[in-house]
């Protein structure tokens, strides 16, 4: 069973910066998929970036995300941040955290991933 717990939520006027942290916690694979996506009422799940930890660190951003935000992991491997920059009204949703195991072809894709956690707001005003 794995555990996936999100911190670090809130509010933000747009330009402002927030920071999420998803823990994993219990049998977490060695080698995995770690991402954010987010989700507003009414839409889909949208990837926001990933990260695969294992021998090597692969990353991958959405192209809303690209430039503004930082997806890393600390020195344990089974904690991943989201370094949220330069922040828009249109980022406002709620961020879930999700893990897989292994390297994958679909990391935008939210059935690829079959851990989530309980999700963190977001709001940025304007």
């Known amino acids: 069973q794995v555990h996936l717990s999100e911190s670090g939520g809130g509010s933000v006027q747009a330009g402002g910066s927030l920071r999420l942290s998803c823990a994993a916690s219990?049998?977490?694979?060695?080698?995995?998929?770690m991402a954010w996506f987010r989700q507003t009422p009414g839409a889909e799940r949208e990837i926001v970036a990933c990260?695969?930890?294992?021998?090597?660190?692969?990353?991958h951003y959405s192209a809303s995300a690209k430039g503004r935000f930082t997806i890393s992991q600390d020195n344990a491997k089974n904690t991943i941040n989201l370094q949220m920059d330069s922040l828009k009204p249109e980022d406002t949703a709620m961020y879930y955290c999700?893990?897989?195991?292994?390297?994958?072809?679909?990391?935008?894709?939210?059935?690829?991933?079959?851990?989530w956690g309980q999700g963190t707001q977001v709001t940025v005003s304007s």
């Open positions: 999700a893990l897989t195991s292994g390297y994958i072809v679909m990391w935008a894709s939210a059935s690829t991933y079959g851990h």
């Open positions: 219990g049998d977490t694979p060695s080698i995995k998929t």
């Open positions: 990260i695969s930890t294992g021998p090597g660190v692969k990353t």
